[in-house]
Each structure stands twice: as C-alpha cells, then as structure tokens.
C-alpha cells in the first residue's frame, strides 16, 4: 500500500501537462518573435550604418591632399 500511495504523489492529469506544455510553447513562440523582431531591426540599422559609411567615403575622396607627393 505505501508503494503505490508513493508512486501516486508523482502522477499528472493529461490536462495539468497539456496547460503545461501550452504555457512552455506560449513562451517559447514569444522569445522566437522578439528574436526575429530584434534581427530585422539590426539588419535595418545595419543598412542605415553601411549607407552612411558610403557616403562619408565619397565626402572623404571629395578631398584631394595635393601635398602629398612635396618635401618640405
């Protein structure tokens, strides 16, 4: 008798594991969605950042050092 009251401490419902699991996919679906989220707001950024170095290279070759080949 107390084999069996002690094993039966550990049994679950099949709807206490399924609101279990529910909760679990819930907070997993959550993570994936700011993860995703999260990654097309740093590729955007990213472009944005890419964009602005091209343009700071063209401002920079704008300018020309004409003293570069003189000894002084």
Do not use: P, W
Not at 20 to 27: D, F, N, S
Not at 52 to 72: N, P, W
Request: proline share 0%; aromatic share 12%.
């Amino acid at each position: 008798m107390a084999l069996l009251m002690s094993s039966s401490i550990f049994l679950v419902s099949t709807q206490q594991l399924s609101v279990v699991l529910i909760i679990t996919a819930v907070i997993f679906i959550f993570f994936i969605g700011a993860a995703v989220i999260k990654m097309y707001r740093l590729k955007r950024e990213n472009k944005k950042l890419v964009e602005t170095d091209e343009l700071k290279k063209d401002i920079d070759d704008a300018y020309k050092d004409f003293t570069d080949g003189h000894l002084y």
